[in-house]
């Protein structure tokens, strides 16, 4: 039988890309907050509705619709500056092996769902399609999807959506949406599972910390 490890829902997707959305001042986020602990630290949250959950290496917070973000560091630790955000909106596991082809067709029948609700907040992608199309983009920065050559290698990300930014807000991110396979779930030997999860990445220029 399948697990859904998440809890969440396309719905649910929609609310925390809604909450993202109404972010105006991005360049304040890839700053990052200051150190935990501090009433600056707590009022760098209050200012997002955002409640944090660890402030370990990994700041994790949670929104006011429920979703569990991780913040990573553009460099080193400590979040600053921050370069992405990362939030698993679904994720099933199987129990053997032999659920495998069942992963595949879940993966297959949610995808569309959870697309939708990102196009419902952030309008047509600027592109989305499957790990194999011929005009699948490369990244505009390495570490925000494989390149071709371990894509076609690797199959990840195996769906892939993501929206530019329109430069209407400054420091506005690229916003990432993508679905995975895990190398398990293309056997008969080992139970696999497949996720969606969304990646908020600082803008290349001029935040990227690249300069």
């Known amino acids: 039988?399948?697990?859904?490890?998440?809890?969440?829902?396309?719905?649910d997707l929609?609310?925390?890309?809604?909450?993202?959305?109404?972010?105006?001042?991005?360049?304040?986020?890839?700053?990052g907050p200051p150190q935990g602990g501090t009433r600056e630290f707590d009022a760098w949250c209050a200012r997002y509705g955002w409640e944090p959950l660890t402030t370990e290496r990994t700041l994790e917070l949670r929104t006011r619709s429920?979703?569990?973000?991780?913040?990573?560091a553009a460099k080193g630790a400590f979040w600053n500056p921050i370069g992405v955000l990362n939030h698993y909106a679904w994720q099933v596991l199987a129990e053997s092996g032999e659920e495998n082809g069942a992963v595949h067709t879940a993966a297959a029948e949610v995808w569309p769902a959870y697309l939708k609700a990102a196009e419902d907040v952030l309008g047509a992608p600027t592109w989305s399609g499957g790990w194999d199309a011929a005009d699948f983009p490369e990244p505009p920065r390495p570490d925000f999807w494989e390149g071709r050559e371990d894509r076609m290698e690797t199959r990840s990300p195996y769906r892939l959506a993501y929206w530019a930014p329109d430069g209407q807000v400054p420091g506005q991110p690229f916003v990432v949406l993508q679905q995975s396979l895990s190398f398990q779930a293309w056997t008969a030997a080992e139970p696999g599972g497949s996720a969606i999860s969304v990646d908020v990445f600082a803008p290349v220029e001029p935040l990227s910390g690249d300069q």
């Not at 993202?20 to 890839?30: E, G, N, Y």
């Open 1 to 11: 039988m399948l697990t859904e490890t998440t809890g969440r829902t396309p719905q």
């Open 14 to 31: 929609a609310a925390e890309l809604a909450g993202l959305k109404a972010v105006d001042d991005w360049p304040s986020v890839w700053s």
């Open 66 to 72: 429920g979703g569990e973000w991780s913040f990573f």
